[in-house]
């Protein structure tokens, strides 16, 4: 029988299943005599083995088998519910999840655990459990040093790396290790890649790309590179990225490559390739996707009445889907300029019936793309139990919204920094127990997540009944960092000393913990989420708490606009950075501290030529008396965007610049208009500092 056929549907029902078995765990954990929420678990157990065993993943099948074993006895009440049996419980979830990633990365979903199945068979037999055993057990695992002599070359590889030392190429395996406290290693992995790739070309990585996206790995990674650079060099400038403990660097000579090809291939056949055959970059694809597993829309949800009428679309069909809806609405803005040029009545006729129909179909397309943010927050509550634990602390996850959607691509790229945000609010917001209540708090703290729609944006909340940020702490850190000077201090806001924990590196923890380490990692939270043309703000109550609120577009792909000019090129500036336009005499602009200013409705907007930013300045001074302003936010900044004049409002496609030209300054990407020019957009928030 082929299976492969279903592999997709396996894959995808498989998430489902394991997910619904961590929110029921949870559940059970709140109500251990609830025999309805053991017999959910139970079901979607059941449900998962039976799927695995038709599509000959014996190991997950196996797994699943003992777990639904203890299960059975937790409802036939031969075992009672505990919080250590429920850890190992979960750590069976859990190794049952990597598991089927790694089926999805292309794998066949093998993994070594023996010693769980173990201990899930002594719990069924009611023995007692042993943590410091499946501690020491843990700790005792083998971990993977990655080196030389532990990377499996194939014969394409190595004749490769012998023709690029013919031609002057230095070969090195450079083997970087994360500290133990580094938190987004993907964003480790991305910065390490963007800094080796401009140094020469990468030819292979263990583990593999997509294993390096998706977290799968402990905290070393080996990239092997081709490079007229020395090792040192390489070393210095990879050692700057934050959070990395130490680089090592293995020069591959031709002689070792001899000896490899001597002793390696007498045995090819059995041995495992770790690495597929690859020529083409995989940093592209690491700064492409991410570590979340693609989501899937319209999707099916168990136990729903209404399944019958929902279908799993591939969401690569959807992007297809978008991609030629896209260059309908270039055709579209093309037919609507020749229309107002010949003024035919009945083209112009055709033309409006065509616009309400291809909106319609717009907005159809964009809902099929939208996803529940549900699909992030449902992993938050285990992780939260997970990291309370750790920590000693007593905390209850409030998740508010959840329904609430977001395109798919912005549902990719929000997950890591909600994580970050939420380690952060568990180790440096809530208090310990004994502190609570000495504040006179409860002994458990509260950590609300919610999400909502308002206007063209959705909202996500992080608030917690903590500490709140220490504003004497912060301003000392800031000013011994050089962030602030000592006089401008004291007349911060509140709310400007909170959001100045967002700077690069900046921390006040007095000591490194393996939670949110020393506050590494808040500055890639706000790049983030200001690369995805959103907003990160922060209000915080010196000993009440903190809510952190990330304000998010609701799509990517299709934007609207406004079009202006200047020296006869058109650019364009999203709507949702626009406060409003305005044309002002040349007069009322003033100087201060060298910058070109005005005052409006009482609030002093400095100016920015965009002639200036681009380059585009002749010389000749513009004699007119009147300038054209485009007033636009970040946060609760503002700037006066001088631009020659307004063409009008338009809704455009965001076309990506490519990879030679990611690094313009101002800006984020371009569109090809109706008369088949391209436009550039301004990039607003990288205007305003």
Same mark, same amino acid.
């Given at each position: 029988?082929?299976?492969?056929?279903?592999?997709?549907?396996?894959?995808?029902?498989?998430?489902?299943?394991?997910?619904?078995?961590?929110?029921?765990?949870?559940?059970?954990?709140?109500?251990?005599?609830?025999?309805?929420?053991?017999?959910?678990?139970?079901?979607?157990?059941?449900?998962?083995?039976?799927?695995?065993?038709?599509?000959?993943?014996?190991?997950?099948?196996?797994?699943?088998?003992?777990?639904?074993?203890?299960?059975?006895?937790?409802?036939?009440?031969?075992?009672?519910?505990?919080?250590?049996?429920?850890?190992?419980?979960?750590?069976?979830?859990?190794?049952?999840?990597?598991?089927?990633?790694?089926?999805?990365?292309?794998?066949?979903?093998?993994?070594?655990?023996?010693?769980?199945?173990?201990?899930?068979?002594?719990?069924?037999?009611?023995?007692?459990?042993?943590?410091?055993?499946?501690?020491?057990?843990?700790?005792?695992?083998?971990?993977?040093?990655?080196?030389?002599?532990?990377?499996?070359?194939?014969?394409?590889?190595?004749?490769?790396?012998?023709?690029?030392? !013919? #031609?002057? /190429?230095?070969?090195?395996?450079? *083997?970087? &290790?994360?500290?133990?406290?580094?938190?987004? $290693? =993907?964003?480790? +992995?991305?910065?390490?890649?963007?800094?080796?790739?401009?140094?020469?070309?990468?030819?292979?990585?263990?583990?593999?790309?997509?294993?390096?996206?998706?977290?799968?790995? !402990? #905290?070393? /990674?080996?990239?092997?590179?081709? *490079?007229? &650079?020395?090792?040192?060099?390489?070393?210095? $400038? =990879?050692?700057? +990225?934050?959070?990395?403990?130490?680089?090592?660097?293995?020069?591959?000579?031709?002689?070792?490559?001899?000896?490899?090809?001597?002793?390696?291939?007498?045995?090819?056949?059995? #041995?495992?390739?770790?690495?597929?055959?690859? *020529?083409?970059?995989?940093?592209?694809?690491?700064?492409?996707?991410?570590?979340?597993?693609?989501?899937?829309?319209?999707?099916?949800?168990?136990?729903?009445?209404?399944?019958?009428?929902?279908?799993?679309?591939?969401?690569?069909?959807?992007?297809?889907?978008?991609?030629?809806?896209?260059?309908?609405?270039?055709?579209?803005?093309?037919?609507?300029?020749?229309?107002?040029?010949?003024?035919?009545?009945?083209?112009?006729?055709?033309?409006?019936?065509?616009?309400?129909?291809?909106?319609?179909?717009?907005?159809?397309?964009?809902?099929?793309?939208?996803?529940?943010?549900?699909?992030?927050?449902?992993?938050?509550?285990?992780?939260?139990?997970?990291?309370?634990?750790?920590?000693?602390?007593?905390?209850?996850?409030?998740?508010?919204?959840?329904?609430?959607?977001?395109?798919?691509?912005?549902?990719?790229?929000?997950?890591?920094?909600?994580?970050?945000?939420?380690?952060?609010?568990?180790?440096?917001?809530?208090?310990?127990?004994?502190?609570?209540?000495?504040?006179?708090?409860?002994?458990?703290?509260?950590?609300?997540?919610?999400?909502?729609?308002?206007?063209?944006?959705?909202?996500?909340?992080?608030?917690?009944?903590?500490?709140?940020?220490?504003?004497?702490?912060?301003?000392?850190?800031?000013?011994?960092?050089?962030?602030?000077?000592?006089?401008?201090?004291?007349?911060?806001?509140?709310?400007?000393?909170?959001?100045?924990?967002?700077?690069?590196?900046?921390?006040?923890?007095?000591?490194?913990?393996?939670?949110?380490?020393?506050?590494?990692?808040?500055?890639?939270?706000?790049?983030?989420?200001?690369?995805?043309?959103?907003?990160?703000?922060?209000?915080?109550?010196?000993?009440?708490?903190?809510?952190?609120?990330?304000?998010?577009?609701?799509?990517?792909?299709?934007?609207?606009?406004?079009?202006?000019?200047?020296?006869?090129?058109?650019?364009?500036?999203?709507?949702?950075?626009?406060?409003?336009?305005?044309?002002?005499?040349?007069?009322?602009?003033?100087?201060?501290?060298?910058?070109?200013?005005?005052?409006?409705?009482?609030?002093?907007?400095?100016?920015?030529?965009?002639?200036?930013?681009?380059?585009?300045?002749?010389?000749?001074?513009?004699?007119?008396?009147?300038?054209?302003?485009?007033?636009?936010?970040?946060?609760?900044?503002?700037?006066?965007?001088?631009?020659?004049?307004?063409?009008?409002?338009?809704?455009?496609?965001?076309?990506?610049?490519?990879?030679?030209?990611?690094?313009?300054?101002?800006?984020?990407?371009?569109?090809?208009?109706?008369?088949?020019?391209?436009?550039?957009?301004?990039?607003?928030?990288?205007?305003?500092?």
């Amino acid at each position: 029988m082929d299976t492969s056929q279903y592999l997709d549907m396996f894959i995808e029902e498989s998430k489902e299943h394991l997910q619904a078995c961590n929110e029921q765990l949870l559940a059970l954990e709140n109500n251990p005599d609830d025999l309805a929420i053991v017999n959910e678990i139970f079901r979607a157990a059941h449900t998962l083995k039976g799927m695995s065993a038709t599509m000959g993943y014996e190991d997950i099948a196996d797994l699943t088998h003992k777990m639904e074993n203890v299960l059975d006895a937790i409802r036939n009440s031969k075992i009672s519910v505990t919080t250590e049996i429920l850890d190992v419980v979960f750590e069976a979830s859990d190794d049952l999840e990597l598991m089927v990633l790694d089926i999805e990365a292309g794998g066949d979903g093998k993994k070594d655990v023996s010693h769980l199945v173990d201990t899930l068979n002594r719990i069924e037999a009611g023995e007692p459990l042993d943590l410091s055993e499946t501690a020491a057990a843990t700790e005792e695992a083998p971990t993977e040093v990655l080196t030389s002599s532990g990377i499996h070359y194939d014969e394409f590889e190595l004749t490769v790396i012998s023709q690029s030392s !013919d #031609q002057g /190429f230095n070969a090195y395996e450079i *083997t970087v &290790e994360l500290r133990e406290d580094c938190l987004l $290693k =993907v964003a480790r +992995v991305f910065m390490t890649f963007e800094i080796l790739e401009k140094s020469g070309e990468v030819i292979k990585t263990v583990p593999t790309v997509e294993k390096l996206e998706n977290e799968d790995f !402990d #905290q070393k /990674f080996t990239i092997v590179l081709l *490079t007229h &650079e020395d090792a040192d060099e390489l070393r210095a $400038k =990879v050692m700057k +990225v934050s959070e990395i403990e130490d680089v090592k660097i293995t020069h591959i000579t031709d002689e070792y490559v001899q000896k490899y090809k001597q002793t390696e291939f007498e045995s090819l056949e059995e #041995q495992p390739q770790e690495i597929e055959k690859k *020529t083409e970059n995989p940093t592209v694809k690491a700064a492409q996707e991410k570590a979340e597993p693609k989501d899937t829309a319209p999707s099916k949800k168990s136990g729903q009445s209404s399944s019958n009428k929902t279908i799993r679309v591939n969401i690569d069909r959807l992007d297809i889907l978008m991609n030629l809806f896209e260059e309908l609405v270039i055709d579209r803005g093309r037919l609507q300029s020749i229309a107002s040029e010949l003024h035919n009545p009945e083209l112009n006729e055709s033309v409006e019936r065509m616009t309400r129909v291809s909106g319609d179909l717009q907005n159809i397309i964009l809902n099929m793309r939208m996803v529940p943010v549900e699909t992030v927050f449902n992993r938050f509550p285990k992780m939260v139990r997970t990291l309370a634990r750790d920590l000693n602390k007593k905390v209850n996850l409030e998740i508010i919204g959840a329904e609430t959607e977001l395109d798919r691509t912005v549902i990719d790229e929000i997950g890591d920094p909600l994580v970050h945000l939420i380690r952060n609010a568990l180790d440096h917001g809530v208090e310990s127990p004994e502190e609570r209540i000495a504040a006179g708090k409860p002994e458990e703290g509260t950590v609300t997540l919610r999400a909502y729609h308002s206007g063209n944006h959705v909202f996500i909340e992080l608030e917690d009944d903590g500490a709140g940020v220490n504003r004497e702490r912060v301003l000392n850190k800031a000013i011994e960092r050089g962030i602030v000077s000592e006089e401008i201090a004291p007349t911060l806001s509140d709310k400007q000393v909170a959001e100045l924990i967002l700077a690069s590196g900046f921390s006040t923890a007095a000591a490194i913990t393996d939670v949110s380490g020393r506050g590494v990692g808040l500055d890639v939270v706000k790049n983030t989420i200001e690369s995805l043309g959103g907003h990160i703000s922060i209000d915080s109550k010196e000993g009440k708490g903190s809510l952190f609120q990330v304000q998010l577009p609701l799509t990517l792909s299709i934007i609207s606009v406004m079009l202006v000019e200047l020296d006869q090129e058109i650019y364009a500036i999203p709507l949702s950075s626009i406060i409003e336009t305005a044309i002002i005499q040349k007069s009322d602009i003033l100087n201060a501290h060298n910058q070109p200013v005005i005052d409006f409705r009482g609030t002093i907007v400095p100016l920015v030529d965009l002639k200036e930013i681009f380059e585009m300045r002749d010389g000749n001074a513009d004699e007119e008396d009147f300038q054209s302003i485009v007033i636009v936010r970040k946060g609760e900044s503002l700037a006066g965007l001088v631009v020659d004049s307004f063409i009008g409002q338009q809704e455009i496609v965001l076309k990506s610049l490519g990879n030679y030209l990611q690094s313009v300054f101002a800006i984020s990407g371009a569109t090809i208009l109706g008369n088949g020019q391209v436009a550039l957009i301004v990039d607003c928030n990288a205007l305003i500092k």
